[in-house]
C-alpha cells in the first residue's frame, strides 16, 4: 500500500487524500485530540487513513474469496469496473449532501 501511495498511484491516492481529509475533519472536533498541534493532527489522520485503506483492502479480499460468485455493492461512489459497485439510494433531488455536521 505504502508503495502504491509514493508511486502516485491515481485511484490510491485519492482514496487516501480522501480519507486524510475526513479523519483530520473528524479529529479536530474530538475532545481527545483539541490539545494537539495541527501538525500532530495531520500526522495522526495520515496514519489512521493508510490502517482504514489497509483494513478495508484485508475485507474486501476476503469477501472476494468467500463470496468470489456474488456482487459487491456500496453506497459511496465507484468506477463501477468492480469488485464493488457503486448504488444510489435516494434521488438527488429530494436529498442533498451537507457540507458540514456543525
Same mark, same amino acid.
Request: proline share 3%.
Given at each position: 500500500?505504502?508503495?502504491?501511495?509514493?508511486?502516485?498511484?491515481?485511484?490510491? @491516492?485519492?482514496?487516501?487524500?480522501?480519507?486524510?481529509?475526513? +479523519?483530520?475533519?473528524?479529529?479536530?472536533?474530538?475532545?481527545?485530540?483539541?490539545?494537539?498541534?495541527?501538525?500532530?493532527?495531520?500526522?495522526?489522520?495520515?496514519?489512521?487513513?493508510?490502517? +482504514?485503506?489497509?483494513?478495508?483492502?484485508?475485507?474486501?479480499?476476503? @469477501?472476494? +474469496?468467500?463470496?468470489?460468485?456474488?456482487?459487491?455493492?456500496?453506497?459511496?461512489?465507484?468506477?463501477?469496473?468492480?469488485?464493488?459497485?457503486?448504488?444510489?439510494?435516494?434521488?438527488?433531488?429530494?436529498?442533498?449532501?451537507?457540507?458540514?455536521?456543525?
Amino acid at each position: 500500500l505504502r508503495a502504491r501511495i509514493d508511486s502516485k498511484e491515481k485511484s490510491i @491516492v485519492a482514496l487516501y487524500r480522501g480519507f486524510s481529509r475526513f +479523519m483530520l475533519e473528524d479529529l479536530d472536533l474530538h475532545p481527545a485530540t483539541k490539545e494537539l498541534s495541527k501538525n500532530k493532527r495531520k500526522k495522526l489522520s495520515s496514519q489512521v487513513s493508510f490502517e +482504514m485503506i489497509q483494513r478495508n483492502q484485508s475485507y474486501s479480499n476476503l @469477501v472476494e +474469496m468467500v463470496f468470489p460468485d456474488h456482487l459487491r455493492f456500496s453506497i459511496h461512489a465507484h468506477n463501477n469496473a468492480g469488485p464493488k459497485f457503486g448504488i444510489q439510494l435516494f434521488d438527488r433531488e429530494v436529498v442533498r449532501a451537507t457540507q458540514t455536521l456543525e
